[in-house]
């Protein structure tokens, strides 16, 4: 039995679509609520708040932002399920019966091939959490549901085009209840209710799952001292590495350090407590930071302590890419670095002297 009262949110969602259960809300109230305030603060896309505004906003806090995330969640399982997490494949629709990868899964029916939306902007979520090939992702969708209710919140901040009973303003617009929202507050919490501003992502480009940096990401800038603190600690970045390393083969069945650069940083920001997911490609990491977490892209010459040098430009290349930490800024062109490289600091030039790649720009926490 629940621990909570529930008025608006047992209401009818649509005549074909009646009471959704108790245990329904409390499984989605407790995956939401613990959830980073990055995953409902503004972003400069067109997402799932863009999509509701008119409907449900305009929104007031990250409290009331939460709420209309689990309002939307409510409504899409009630159309696309009738709140079934086990639901499977829509037999009216051929291609996912004959592709696996667009196959749809779960109360919220979401197919393994929304990895690729956005520039594959949930991939690295898909991988840190093994639902990283279909076979995985369609089983995971149905068995846990905390996971399932976070990846299809993430993915709405990124597309809601995937979605058929969003994108029909007959289903989940026209059925959601301003209601049902305010009693959804009364149940949810926020570590630090920041003004919605603090989430803008201060730099353009397509979003990684959640879009702006929230309430955590204006932390990011006094968290890099310790994250150089722990580079700076042969014990105590030793063990970062020894943890990179495991997570490599794990998530790549790569030995390190080869491409083990990013999943090195992520390891290393997530010890200085900023909340990077596992990130295998240094591409991505980069984006993570900029449109994730609001770090500002910072011109060669300018680097600093606590940056973040990229040679990455804007599609992958492998065997070229990297990702470090600046630790100490000699001259315009001359670092002290963190990387996979060497279990130690060591030089690098942004230049790329020595026979490096060139660092094409910096990332620093705002």
């Known amino acids: 039995m629940s621990n909570r009262t529930y008025i608006a949110t047992r209401h009818?969602?649509?005549?074909?679509?009646?009471?959704?259960?108790?245990?329904?809300?409390?499984?989605?109230?407790?995956?939401?609520?613990?959830?980073?305030?990055?995953?409902?603060?503004?972003?400069?896309?067109?997402?799932?708040y863009a999509v509701m505004k008119g409907s449900l906003g305009p929104y007031t806090s990250l409290k009331h932002r939460k709420a209309v995330m689990c309002e939307v969640l409510r409504v899409q399982a009630a159309f696309e399920s009738d709140w079934n997490w086990n639901e499977g494949v829509d037999i009216n629709n051929l291609r996912s019966l004959t592709h696996i990868e667009g196959e749809e899964t779960g109360a919220f029916?979401?197919?393994?091939?929304?990895?690729?939306?956005?520039?594959?902007?949930?991939m690295p979520f898909a991988i840190s959490h093994q639902i990283e090939t279909p076979q995985k992702f369609i089983h995971t969708m149905k068995s846990d549901h905390r996971l399932a209710v976070e990846y299809c919140a993430r993915l709405l901040r990124i597309s809601t085009a995937w979605c058929g009973t969003i994108k029909n303003p007959a289903q989940v617009i026209s059925h959601v209840r301003r209601d049902a929202v305010e009693e959804f507050q009364t149940f949810l919490h926020v570590g630090i209710d920041v003004p919605l501003t603090a989430g803008i992502a201060n730099s353009p480009g397509s979003l990684a799952p959640g879009g702006g940096c929230g309430a955590e990401g204006t932390g990011d800038k006094a968290r890099t001292l310790k994250v150089v603190?722990?580079?700076?600690?042969?014990?105590?970045?030793?063990?970062?590495?020894?943890?990179?390393?495991?997570?490599?083969?794990?998530?790549?069945?790569?030995?390190?350090?080869?491409?083990?650069?990013?999943?090195?940083?992520?390891?290393?920001?997530?010890?200085?407590?900023?909340?990077v997911p596992d990130i295998?490609?240094?591409?991505?990491?980069?984006?993570?930071l900029r449109d994730h977490r609001g770090w500002q892209v910072i011109p060669n010459g300018q680097q600093q302590p606590g940056d973040v040098g990229s040679t990455c430009g804007s599609t992958p290349n492998h065997g070229f890419d990297h990702i470090y930490l600046v630790l100490q800024r000699v001259d315009n062109d001359e670092m002290v670095i963190a990387d996979n490289q060497k279990p130690k600091p060591h030089t690098r030039f942004v230049s790329g002297k020595g026979g490096k790649t060139p660092t094409k720009f910096f990332l620093r926490a705002t």
């Open 12 to 48: 009818p969602v649509s005549t074909q679509h009646s009471i959704p259960p108790t245990s329904f809300l409390d499984q989605l109230i407790d995956a939401i609520d613990p959830l980073p305030n990055d995953v409902f603060a503004e972003n400069p896309i067109f997402d799932i």
């Open 109 to 122: 029916q979401v197919s393994f091939d929304s990895t690729a939306l956005g520039h594959s902007a949930m």
């Open 229 to 275: 603190q722990i580079a700076n600690d042969p014990s105590a970045y030793q063990k970062v590495q020894e943890e990179a390393a495991k997570e490599l083969f794990k998530l790549a069945d790569e030995d390190w350090p080869h491409d083990g650069c990013a999943i090195n940083l992520s390891n290393l920001l997530q010890a200085g407590g900023i909340p």
């Open 280 to 288: 295998l490609q240094a591409l991505a990491l980069g984006k993570h």
